[in-house]
């Protein structure tokens, strides 16, 4: 059985008093069993928010980033151990807006990988097309090369504890969703290209999330597809009401 999970990426937004008004609000809203919810607050409030979910069960808490570096002179980056030390459980690497943003490619977001994986960190690893390769019908191979250029190199110990979230760029922020056949086809496509390197039953058990406009309307649906475990969502996390009915949405799911 693969673990559910939603998690809500609050970016750079909210500020201390909004950031732990939101964690109460939500933690209390909510008692999830099947599934896992995971915050991702900006770093300030990372101590803060984990404070607020501290008795909340199946509340977790993550940071947007870490440094590909172990540690040292490198000012103004965080580092997998910092992380580790103030007790986070996940953090995203490869989210597409630091792909774009602030270049990073394939080798960054292995060695972030990597000092995920050596500090005990569990990292949900974003994949997704751009419009232009979407609409030219070259989706399939990007997002197919984006996983065997970075996640081939794992080893299968490493994998089995990666989270894995296609993200359509076409799709995050849009209000532009993919549909849930576009999903479902996408994250059996990962998974079989998972499998052209790892262990079928392993690739099985790897949770596969969906984020891009992910809201209350639609999370049913996505929610719905086999392939589907859950979601990782942006503009509707920052909603009390959005992201709890999503979180529902997602327990109500057999
Ligand atoms: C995201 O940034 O990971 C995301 C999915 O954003 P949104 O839900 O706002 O599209």
């Known amino acids: 059985m693969r673990r559910k999970i939603i998690a809500g990426n609050w970016k750079m937004n909210t500020i201390l008093a909004e950031a732990t008004d939101l964690a109460k609000a939500i933690s209390s809203g ?24 501290a008795n909340a069960s ?5 940071a947007q980033n870490l440094s590909s570096k172990e540690g040292g002179a490198y000012t ?37 990988l990597n000092q995920s994986f050596e500090n005990g960190l569990k990292p949900i690893f974003c994949c997704g097309e751009p419009l232009g390769e979407r609409s030219s019908g070259n989706h399939v191979q990007y997002v197919g090369d ?5 996640l081939f190199l794992l080893t299968p110990q490493q994998l089995n504890s990666t989270i894995i979230a296609y993200e359509p760029i076409w799709a995050i922020g849009t209000g532009q969703t993919a549909s849930p056949e ?23 058990s790897i949770s596969i999330l969906y984020g891009g406009s992910v809201n209350a309307g639609n999370a049913l649906s996505i929610f719905g597809q086999k392939d589907v475990d859950g979601g990782l969502v942006g503009g ?10 999503i979180i529902k949405a997602m327990e109500s799911i057999g």
Do not use: W
Request: cysteine-free.
């Open 30 to 53: 909510v008692n999830p069993e099947k599934s896992t919810v995971i915050f991702f607050p900006p770093f300030p409030f990372l101590q803060n928010v984990r404070e607020v979910i």
């Open 76 to 112: 103004g980056e965080v580092s997998a151990k910092m992380l580790t030390s103030i007790d986070m459980e996940y953090v995203l690497v490869g989210h597409s807006e630091r792909r774009e943003y602030f270049n990073e490619g394939d080798n960054i977001l292995f060695e972030k």
């Open 182 to 204: 576009q999903a479902q086809e996408m994250h059996l496509l990962i998974r079989d290209v998972l499998k052209e390197k790892f262990e079928p039953e392993m690739v099985e």
């Open 146 to 150: 984006q996983i065997r250029n970075v």
């Open 236 to 245: 509707a996390s920052l909603k009390v009401n959005d992201f709890l009915d």
């Open 58 to 62: 199946n509340f977790s808490i993550g």
